[in-house]
């Protein structure tokens, strides 16, 4: 668990769900700016896309040429035909360099600094700069989802107009082959400190281009009346021209983002055409397999998939995926294997592949797979979506999923008579029923976005498969592992309370390490509790436990009185001191018992249920001298201008006394004084500053002993 400290008191968080952080690098691509045309080799033409970045976030973004702190910028190309778009073209990544200071998307607040694009400002490549060869690095080399790759790029020689450049088959491009086509370019920006404050899913943009006739060429050019679409990847120009697209967002744990394409249309001669396209936003984990999940007797033909053409050296296999068709089952599509090509042709970052066939059912509600390429969990993803109704089994109906704490209940009406009914999470069978039930509870359910299947047999004979989804997130008190010495406490313990439903109350049973810690106060002074206006709190502590019992609104409609989304939101202090008894480096634990004081439990109410939650207990370990982390002058555990500002305004305007003045001595000379502000200020804004002493960046003792108090 993470490590924390804050000085002198023991704080309870609770984690509801992950908002922006109070500081957000967030870059977009705010214009598409114009087409360079080069011509072609072996019927291969090549492009390149001007771009303007925009930084729409509240702090400045990272451009820092000759280092891997800068934005990387793809370009693609797309094609809108017969209703069905399709990614015809990919280049590799233009790096970035010196931001300038222009105003694109709002008024830029200048910074004068080319390694910095300043908040509100944005910053323009034309397609020369962007069709550098020598400029352009391989995509195989960048984790999107991280925002992290090497520099200098790799890549080796290159030759000829088109390599390295955006690549488009002449089949692909050639108007007289593509009547009535429309045509779209995007851009792709990825950085590291946009990806690592979670806002990578918003860096394409798309916008239309048309094609002139001259084959020397085929120069493509802004279509009249065009604007950029900010924020919309490629794959969004398909339900912005074909109305009946569904997109589907697919969010992998703890990773990136797929969109998932669907569209069926009438053949008119008793068939009807499927047509799904799998979008990946940013996951390096990758798509490796898709499937379409469907029971009884469709008949299926015209089974294919198209994929994109890497190209310029890039080490991945363009193998196409062969379809497969199993009756009772349905169609599948896989490629290689991780474990047996790790340059397999996975559906990698800004890149879509299309899935399709005819058959001779039409379309009713059922459940896809898209199998993940990299190893990790899940190794799927199971999603909703429209298969043949191949089925005479009357289906389902009435399908519920109701989420518990860590159980979820299944409810549902049957439709006929049925001999069993299956059911299944994720694509996994978890039991066969008798084919009269009509309610299951799935115990032990892990946090994530989950998918249950029903399907009913009359004798061997099934039905089209009932669905549903949810998302269910862990109630849980947890205490991190944490370091403490004699009078002080340095102590974070947080509470997840992760639902989409807010907190309307909690209680608390906590065990204290009574021979090394003593609680003095428990409270809810500057907490959530205390803004949220809770109607009752009752807390009590004695020498080995601590309780609270909290009650947000007794009676409705809550109305502001509840805990609602955000992080390492307070809502309980515990004031404690550390022994003197204790030593260097010795341990004691707390831990979430049911029944302390009065007999109160570890409980959670949300949606007017009150939940068991999951408890983990935590270590804290003491040492003979206080942590702290160099800079952190305002004692926030982070480092940054208001740090700086803290430290001026106690030296110079009788602000604050700060908890540990050895934090605010920057430059370790045992006295604080305005060359730490300077030299702070130096370290945020100029390049290659760091802090003269540890501790740095974790928290740690002083390495240089002085007198400058600590607590």
Known sequence: MQRFTLAGTLVLLALVSSPASAQSHDVIVGDLLGINSYGSENGIYAYSVGTESCNIGTVGLDWQQNTPLHPVIGQEAWRLKDGVLE?????????????????????????????????????????????????????????????????????????????????????????????????????????????????????SSYRQVVVDPDPSVYALTNAPGSATQQQSPGIQAWQDYVPTVDLIDVNIPNEGLLILGTNVTDNGNGTWHYEYAIYNMNSDRSVGGFSVAFPGAATITNISMRDVDHHSGEPYDGTDWPGVFTPGFGVSWETTPFSQNPDANAIRWSTMYNFRFDADAPPVSGTGTIELFKPGTPNQMSVALPIPNGSTVPPITGFSCVPGSTTVELDWANGALYDSIEVRRDGTLLATLPGTATSFSDAGVPAGQHDWTLQAFQGTDPSNYATCSVQVTLRSFGVPDLSAFAGQLSLTIPVELTNSTPVEGFSVSLTIPVDRITVNAVGIDGTITDASGAEFVDTSFGASFVTAEVVLDAVGPFAGQTIPSGTEQAILEIDASVSSAATDGETRTFDFVDGLGTGIENSVRIGGIDQTPVVESGTITFSSSPTFKRGDCNGDNGVGIADAIFGLNYMFAGGAVPNCLKACDFDDAGNVNLADAINLLNFLFLPGQTPPAMPFPDPGPDPTPDGLPCS
Not at 196 to 201: E, R
Request: glycine share 14%; net charge negative.
């Open 87 to 203: 990614q015809i073209g990919i280049s590799w990544l233009k790096h970035s360099f010196c931001a300038l200071d222009l105003n694109l998307c709002d008024t830029c607040q200048i910074t004068n600094d080319c390694a910095v694009l300043g908040v509100g400002c944005s910053d323009p490549y034309g397609p020369g700069l962007n069709g550098q060869q020598n400029n352009l690095g391989p995509r195989s080399e960048v984790n999107a989802f991280t925002g992290v790759f090497p520099y200098p790029p790799g890549g080796g020689l290159f030759g000829g107009v088109i390599d390295r450049r955006l690549q488009i088959h002449e089949e692909d491009i050639n108007p007289n082959l593509n009547d009535g086509a429309l045509y779209f370019v995007t851009s792709h920006y990825v950085t590291q400190d946009d990806a690592q404050d979670g806002n990578g899913t918003n860096n």
